[in-house]
C-alpha cells in the first residue's frame, strides 16, 4: 500500500526550464513533508521540507507547495540545471513516526 | 560531508548465506533506522531505533534482524538470504525524527 503517491517516474527537462513534481498523499496526520534527491551510489540527502502550517517553502531555485485540503505538494525548480539530474522523492511523516517516501522521480536535465 | 558511514558498500553472497552490514553515524543523533531501496529505487523502512529501542518494526522477514551496541551504531543481519534480498540497503539517522541523514548504502547481491 503506496502512501505517498509521486509523479511523475521520470522526466526529461532542457537546461534553463522548470521543473515541477508532484507528490499526493493519503494520511491527514501527516505534518511534514521534506523531498530529497538522490544521486548514483549516494543516498538520498535533504533538498528542501516543508511543514503543514505553511503552503510554500523556497530556497534559491528549489520551491515546494503544500495545499492541506487537496493533500499535495509540488517540488519546483527554476533554471534547471544539468547538476540537478538525478532521483527526487517526496515523503510524509507526522511527529515521532518514520518518514513514508513516495516513488521517486528521475529527473535528467538536457544542455 | 559523509557523517554516516555503512561498510561494506558490495557485498554479493549466495542463497541461504549469513550476511551482515555495519553502520555508525557520527551526528549524535538518538534514532536511526535501516531503510532497502529495492532495483525500482523504491524506499521502504525495514527498522528504526531510538536509544537502543526498536521502535518500528515493519512487516520484514524474520531472517533479518538490526543490532545495536550503542546510539552510533546499527547494524543488520540477515540470516539466510533469499534472491528477492537483492537491494540497497540504506542506514540514516535523525535527530528528532525530522531530517534523515542517508549513508551511501550497501548494495547486495544474492546468486
Known amino acids: 500500500q503506496q502512501q505517498v503517491r509521486q509523479s511523475p517516474q521520470s522526466l526529461t527537462v532542457w537546461e534553463g526550464g522548470t521543473t515541477v513534481l508532484t507528490c499526493s498523499y493519503e494520511?491527514?496526520?501527516?505534518?511534514?513533508f521534506p523531498w530529497y534527491q538522490q544521486f548514483p551510489g549516494e543516498g538520498p540527502a535533504l533538498l528542501i521540507s516543508?511543514?503543514?502550517?505553511?503552503d510554500k517553502k523556497e530556497d534559491g531555485r528549489f520551491t515546494t507547495f503544500f495545499n492541506k485540503r487537496e493533500k499535495k505538494l509540488s517540488l519546483h525548480i527554476i533554471d534547471s540545471q544539468p547538476g540537478d539530474s538525478a532521483t527526487y522523492f517526496c515523503?510524509?511523516?507526522?511527529?515521532?513516526?518514520?518518514?513514508?517516501f513516495g516513488t521517486g522521480t528521475k529527473l535528467q536535465v538536457v544542455p | 560531508e559523509t557523517a554516516v558511514f555503512q561498510t561494506p558498500n558490495y557485498h554479493v553472497t549466495q542463497v541461504g548465506n549469513e550476511v551482515s552490514f555495519n553502520c555508525k553515524q557520527t551526528?549524535?543523533?538518538?534514532?536511526m533506522y535501516w531503510y532497502k531501496q529495492d532495483s525500482k529505487k523504491l524506499l521502504k523502512i525495514m527498522f528504526s531505533?531510538?536509544?537502543?529501542?526498536?521502535?518500528v518494526n515493519e512487516t520484514v522477514p524474520r531472517r533479518f534482524s538490526p543490532q545495536s551496541s550503542d546510539k552510533a551504531h546499527l547494524n543488520l543481519r540477515i540470516k539466510s538470504v533469499e534472491p528477492e534480498d537483492s537491494a540497497v540497503y540504506l542506514c540514516?539517522?535523525?535527530?528528532?525524527?525530522?531530517?534523515?541523514?542517508f549513508g551511501a548504502g550497501t548494495r547486495l547481491s544474492v546468486l
Open positions: 515523503a510524509a511523516a507526522n511527529s515521532g513516526t518514520y518518514q513514508r
Open positions: 551526528l549524535g543523533h538518538d534514532t
Open positions: 540514516a539517522s535523525s535527530p528528532r525524527g525530522d531530517t534523515l541523514y
Open positions: 531505533y531510538n536509544n537502543k529501542q526498536l521502535i
Open positions: 494520511d491527514s496526520t501527516f505534518n511534514y
Open positions: 516543508i511543514l503543514s502550517v505553511s
